[in-house]
């Protein structure tokens, strides 16, 4: 069995994820290194360990997390396509099980927000994780004066929290936002997109999406 821990020991996958975060970081966008698919893979595995899914499924639910934006090393427009078929070639020359392959492959083909569809509960658990990573330190920017709408709105979030309730019918986001860096309004206009796809999301793992900003409820 390809174990989580296997893909994140691997150098080549490593070089992949470097390589799709360096391009990003030339085209201004927020880190997407590291820090975010392990950050992505320890929020996919806390929500479906929490609704009482399989270890198999929250094993692969984290490699799916891990991988999800290997396709930025090819381009960002399409990356999710480009990153389920770079993902496929990689896990199927390691020898997974083809269902197992499929599962993975499949997550990271819907994630992003453009094309993407929680058509099973990896998906969903990978795109709720995904889009819910908003944070002070994924912006690059050092100057303040310099930054667009996604640095102030990520710059703003001084603490992101994912919870679900203990009935485990509703899932909250639950962000304190420093509003001298970025407005309430800064956040729908980049995210509502992405909020609307986690309510989604939540629905196919029957839950609710909720989205509490400042201790007030808006979603």
């Given at each position: 069995m390809i174990t989580f821990e296997?893909?994140?020991?691997?150098?080549?996958?490593?070089?992949?994820?470097?390589?799709?975060?360096e391009s990003l970081l030339s085209l201004g966008f927020t880190e997407h290194s590291f820090a975010h698919v392990g950050k992505v893979a320890d929020t996919s595995k806390y929500i479906l360990e929490t609704?009482?899914?399989?270890?198999?499924?929250?094993?692969?639910?984290?490699?799916?997390?891990?991988?999800?934006?290997?396709?930025?090393?090819?381009?960002r427009v399409g990356h999710s396509e480009s990153g389920a078929?770079?993902?496929?070639?990689?896990l199927n020359n390691l020898g997974m099980p083809p269902k197992d392959t499929a599962a993975i492959t499949t997550a990271i083909g819907n994630h992003d927000e453009g094309t993407g569809v929680a058509v099973n509960p990896i998906a969903a658990a990978l795109i709720i994780a995904d889009k819910t990573d908003v944070r002070r330190t994924r912006v690059r920017n050092i100057d303040p004066t310099a930054f667009d709408i996604h640095d102030r709105v990520n710059y703003s979030v001084k603490k992101s929290v994912v919870k679900i309730n203990e009935d485990h019918t509703i899932i909250k986001l639950k962000l304190t936002v420093d509003t001298r860096y970025?407005?309430?309004m800064d956040y729908f206009e980049i995210f509502l997109g992405r909020m609307i796809m986690c309510r989604k999301a939540a629905e196919k793992l029957g839950l609710q999406f909720k989205l509490i900003i400042n201790e007030q409820q808006v979603i």
């Amino acid at each position: 069995m390809i174990t989580f821990e296997d893909i994140k020991n691997r150098e080549d996958i490593k070089t992949y994820i470097t390589q799709a975060d360096e391009s990003l970081l030339s085209l201004g966008f927020t880190e997407h290194s590291f820090a975010h698919v392990g950050k992505v893979a320890d929020t996919s595995k806390y929500i479906l360990e929490t609704l009482g899914y399989s270890s198999h499924e929250i094993e692969l639910a984290q490699i799916a997390s891990y991988l999800h934006d290997i396709g930025n090393m090819i381009n960002r427009v399409g990356h999710s396509e480009s990153g389920a078929e770079l993902a496929f070639f990689i896990l199927n020359n390691l020898g997974m099980p083809p269902k197992d392959t499929a599962a993975i492959t499949t997550a990271i083909g819907n994630h992003d927000e453009g094309t993407g569809v929680a058509v099973n509960p990896i998906a969903a658990a990978l795109i709720i994780a995904d889009k819910t990573d908003v944070r002070r330190t994924r912006v690059r920017n050092i100057d303040p004066t310099a930054f667009d709408i996604h640095d102030r709105v990520n710059y703003s979030v001084k603490k992101s929290v994912v919870k679900i309730n203990e009935d485990h019918t509703i899932i909250k986001l639950k962000l304190t936002v420093d509003t001298r860096y970025g407005s309430v309004m800064d956040y729908f206009e980049i995210f509502l997109g992405r909020m609307i796809m986690c309510r989604k999301a939540a629905e196919k793992l029957g839950l609710q999406f909720k989205l509490i900003i400042n201790e007030q409820q808006v979603i």
